[in-house]
């Protein structure tokens, strides 16, 4: 298992079907052993069925999973605004934000530009608030598109990237991860019932 820092923001990046949610699920499990978990999810990609899959007896991690489904960019924004408001009085090992893009994405489609991207950093100036000052570790997943000159870009760019202090990189075709920050590491793995598995 990938060893996530403590009072940062982490960010798991890569092409759909990679495992970033998988990877999110697995890390929950084992947080909710001993802590609450709170896991903002965007796309509707959480499973009970897949975390069953997971750890057949997961009832009791479960009970300490809370599920927030954000269903556009206001709801997104309007929640993690809250974030340490919702954190500081339960005793939160682990947030999750599954994904920090695509609701942004959406919203740059349709809104001002300027009023979005001021928005998303707000969002994550509370979030490294809360992951410094609440020692609860930060792991955020982000989409990829490729730009003009078909280079890889996640969403966010430079701004996404400013606040991520553990980054990561899922690639399919061979399945690996590429830890890029703080310092470069690949690592092999395969996704079986029970999640990533490495090595």
């Known amino acids: 298992m990938l060893d996530f820092p403590k009072k940062k ?25 001993n802590k609450k978990v709170l896991f ?10 897949r975390l069953k899959q997971m750890k057949p007896d997961f009832e009791k991690e479960l009970a300490n999973i809370l599920v927030y489904r954000a269903k556009n ?31 942004y994405r959406k919203a740059l489609q349709d809104g001002d530009y300027g ?23 930060i792991i955020m997943t982000n989409q990829v598109y490729s730009n003009m000159e078909g280079e890889q870009k996640y969403l966010g760019g430079k701004m996404v990237l400013g606040f991520a202090k553990f980054l990561v990189e899922l690639k399919k ?17 395969k996704i079986e019932d029970s999640g990533l598995v490495f090595g």
């Open 9 to 33: 923001i982490s960010m798991i990046f890569g092409p759909a079907a990679t495992g970033k949610t998988t990877l999110c699920m697995q890390l929950s499990l084992k947080a909710a052993e």
């Open 40 to 49: 903002v999810d965007t796309e509707g990609g959480f499973s009970t069925d």
């Open 73 to 103: 960019f206001d709801e997104q924004v309007n929640f993690l605004n809250n974030i340490e408001e919702i954190t500081k009085n339960g005793d939160f090992g682990l947030i999750i934000i599954d994904t920090i893009g695509m609701q």
């Open 115 to 137: 009023e979005v991207n001021k928005r998303l950093l707000l969002n994550l100036r509370k979030l490294t608030h809360v992951a410094e000052d609440l020692d609860i570790p």
């Open 173 to 189: 075709e061979p399945r690996k991860v590429v830890i890029l920050k703080p310092e470069e590491k690949i690592l092999k793995f």
